[in-house]
C-alpha cells in the first residue's frame, strides 16, 4: 500500500520527541495516551495547524511543514478534513451554510469553477442525507443535538474530498449512542476509501480502527495492529485493546 502520510522526527517546542510514523492511503489510524502526552499537539502539527520546531511531514509526496502559510492553507482546504471535539461551527450560519463555506471557499480564484452553487448545494444536501441529517438543512447550530452537529462536521470536513481526514476527539462530547454512530459514519467513509487520523481517549473508538499508536510524553512508545482482527467481535476487539493499553501502563 502506498504510504499517504509520512511523519519524520517531528519535533514541537518540549512537546513532541522526534516523533516519526507513516499511515498508508486507505488506513484508520488512533492516537492514544494518557492527557497531556502531545496528541492534539501532534495533530495539529501534523495538519499544518501549527507549526513544528523541527521534522518533516509529507503529505502525498509534498513536504507540509516547511511550506508558506498560504500554501499551507490551500492544502489545508482541498486535501484535508478536521472534525474537532469542539466542531468550529459558525453560530450566525445554519447547518447547511455552516457545510457549504468550506466548498465555496475552495471554488474561489478558481479560474475554472469545478463546481457551479448548483453542485455544491446538490453535494452538501448528498452528504448531509448520507449522515441523516438532510431535514435539519435550516436549523440553527444551537438547535440540533451534539451527535447532529458532530455529524454535520463530517459533512463539512468531507465536502471537498479530501485525501485525509483528521478527528481530534470526534465522539468525546457524545453520549455512547451518538458516538458510535459517529463511529458508523467514520467507517462508511473509511470503507469508501478515506484515510482517517483520529486522536481518541476511548477504546471502545479506537477498537474500530485498524491501527493504533499510544503516545506517552511526546514520543510513541507502541502500536497495535488490529486490521487482521476484523472478524472478531466488538467486545473481543476491545477487550484486546483494553489488554494492550493496560501492558502500556495506560
Ligand atoms: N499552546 C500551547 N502552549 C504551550 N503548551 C501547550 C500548548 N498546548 C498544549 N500545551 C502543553 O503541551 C502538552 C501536550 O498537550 P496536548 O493538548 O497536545 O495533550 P493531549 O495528549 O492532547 O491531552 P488531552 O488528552 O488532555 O487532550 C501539555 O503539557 C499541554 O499543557
Redesign the pocket.
Known amino acids: 500500500m502506498k504510504k499517504l502520510l509520512e511523519v519524520k522526527n517531528l519535533c514541537k517546542?518540549g512537546?513532541l520527541h522526534r516523533v516519526s510514523f507513516a499511515v498508508e492511503a486507505g488506513e484508520m489510524v488512533a492516537v492514544m495516551?494518557?492527557?497531556?502526552?502531545?496528541?492534539?499537539?501532534?495533530?495539529?502539527n501534523i495538519a499544518g495547524l501549527?507549526q513544528p520546531t523541527a521534522g518533516e511531514v509529507w503529505l502525498d509526496g509534498t513536504e507540509i511543514a516547511g511550506l508558506p502559510e498560504d500554501e499551507k492553507a490551500a492544502l489545508r482546504l482541498h486535501r484535508m478534513g478536521f472534525v474537532f471535539q469542539q466542531m468550529n461551527m459558525l453560530s450566525n450560519l445554519n447547518l447547511i451554510d455552516n457545510i457549504l463555506l468550506p466548498a465555496v471557499q475552495a471554488q474561489k480564484g478558481k479560474r475554472n469553477k469545478t463546481r457551479s452553487k448548483d453542485t455544491l448545494i446538490r453535494d452538501v444536501k448528498n452528504w448531509m442525507k448520507k449522515l441523516s441529517i438532510e431535514e435539519l438543512a435550516e436549523r440553527d447550530i444551537a438547535q440540533v443535538s451534539g451527535g447532529q452537529l458532530q455529524r454535520a462536521c463530517i459533512c463539512r470536513s468531507m465536502i471537498n474530498a479530501p485525501k485525509i481526514l483528521f478527528a481530534?476527539?470526534p465522539t468525546g462530547a457524545l453520549n455512547m449512542s451518538a458516538a458510535g454512530e459517529v463511529m458508523d459514519e467514520f467507517e462508511r467513509l473509511n470503507s469508501a476509501g478515506t484515510t482517517i487520523l483520529m486522536?481518541t481517549?476511548d477504546s471502545r473508538v479506537a477498537a474500530r480502527c485498524g491501527r493504533i499508536l499510544y503516545?506517552l510524553d511526546?514520543k510513541i512508545r507502541g502500536e497495535l495492529e488490529l486490521s487482521d482482527q476484523k472478524k472478531q467481535t466488538d467486545m473481543e476487539r476491545m477487550k484486546c485493546v483494553e489488554a494492550w493499553l493496560g501492558k502500556m501502563g495506560w
Open positions: 517546542d512537546i495516551g494518557p492527557s497531556g502526552s502531545g496528541k492534539s499537539t501532534l495533530l495539529y501549527d481530534d476527539e486522536v481517549h503516545l511526546g
